[in-house]
């Protein structure tokens, strides 16, 4: 969809991921989504989104080392962090992204991400 928000979720557990990207393209989003750090990566230097959802443990490159390597490529692209991690709003302030703690509200999911294009 031409002018719709794009987002990129980058959430290792496939029904989390699955749930975000039907909430996601319900409110008109265009999504894409990776199950680790590496894929999303592959994935970001094909288009970058608008927004990235991003949960902090991942399998092999943590989101925050994610998160690292984008800023450090040049990447200024909105992220937030969801994390069930005590501590994760700490690391998402000091990183400048948004944060959304796991189990999230949908709702709030949503308005978070729509903040964060703004």
Same mark, same amino acid.
């Given at each position: 969809m031409p002018g719709a928000i794009s987002v990129l979720i980058v959430e +290792? +557990? %496939? /029904?989390i #991921?699955? !749930?975000m990207r039907g909430v996601f393209e319900d409110e008109g989003f265009r999504v894409r989504s990776a199950l680790s /750090? %590496?894929?999303g990566l592959e994935l970001l230097a094909d288009e970058a989104p608008d927004v990235i959802v991003l949960d902090l443990m991942l399998p092999g490159m943590s989101g925050m080392t994610?998160?690292?390597?984008i800023r450090s490529d040049g990447h200024q692209t909105p992220v937030v962090i969801t #994390?069930? !991690?005590r501590g994760g709003k700490q690391l998402a302030d000091g990183a400048g992204a948004a944060f959304v703690a796991k189990p999230f509200d949908l709702e709030q999911l949503i308005r978070a991400v729509r903040s964060a294009t703004t």
């Open positions: +290792d +557990d %496939e /029904g #991921s699955a !749930l /750090g %590496e894929q994610f998160l690292e390597h #994390s069930a !991690l």
